[in-house]
């Protein structure tokens, strides 16, 4: 059964630094991985998805890898910004090819100014 | 495309009342999914459809709820009778295979029932 975790659970930093989000999922065998930024009370917004065949996906300041081999994801945001506070989660398809998404439990970003 | 639509975007209901959420999807999706989420247990899937077709409601707490999708462009979750634990933002979602199962989520539907 795949399990997907996220940590840490929160963090906060100084705006402008670089940092560094982990997802790591328990079953390698995985079709796609898909980051999304959720603001309070609102819905998720997709921020990127990695297939099964790529080794990372670049958005603007947003890149996310992803290591099948050690189960492991990552995202990074440079030079992060006051408006990137915001609760990141990471999500794992099954190689079945089911469209279902398997949640981590998220990582709660601040970016104090 | 206007995205996922959901509605209400809020409900408040009494105990023991039926509770109807709605769901437009991205046209063209032919995967929705509904879930559920809390501050203690998370985002939970309740169910997906593919083509309409209910593939996996494993997550459906109980028989109090049931989902529906007449037709590509609709779909209803239905909990009836609702309990104060089913309070929650439930939350519709849908992904193409032609777009690689990118899910897209709407806004939500904030259920408290007192």
């Known amino acids: 059964k795949q399990e997907v975790t996220q940590i840490p659970a929160a963090l906060s930093v100084p705006e402008g630094e670089n940092l560094v989000l982990n997802c790591s999922f328990t079953d390698s065998a995985i079709y796609n991985l898909q980051w999304f930024r959720q603001d309070p009370g609102k819905g998720l917004t997709s921020l990127l998805l990695?297939?099964?065949?790529?080794r990372e996906q670049t958005s603007g300041r947003l890149n996310a890898s992803l290591d099948k081999s050690s189960g492991r994801s990552t995202l990074y945001i440079a030079a992060s910004q006051p408006g990137d506070s915001a609760t990141y989660l990471c999500?794992?398809?099954?190689?079945?090819?089911?469209?279902?998404?398997?949640f981590g439990q998220g990582t709660t970003l601040q970016v104090k100014p | 495309d206007a995205g996922v639509i959901q509605s209400p975007r809020h409900e408040v209901t009494e105990m023991g009342q039926e509770v109807t959420l709605r769901c437009k999807p991205i046209s063209g999706h032919d995967y929705l999914f509904w879930y559920r989420q809390t501050m203690m247990r998370g985002l939970e899937l309740l169910i997906y459809f593919n083509n309409n077709v209910p593939i996996d409601d494993s997550g459906m707490p109980e028989d109090r709820f049931s989902a529906k999708m007449p037709n590509a462009s609709f779909s209803t979750l239905k909990i009836q009778p609702s309990e104060p634990r089913d309070s929650a933002v439930y939350f519709c979602?849908?992904?193409?295979?032609?777009?690689?199962?990118?899910?897209?989520f709407g806004p939500g539907t904030r259920l408290t029932v007192t």
């Open positions: 990695i297939q099964s065949s790529q």
């Open positions: 999500a794992a398809s099954p190689s079945s090819n089911t469209g279902k998404l398997i």
């Open positions: 979602a849908s992904s193409s295979f032609m777009a690689s199962l990118e899910q897209y």
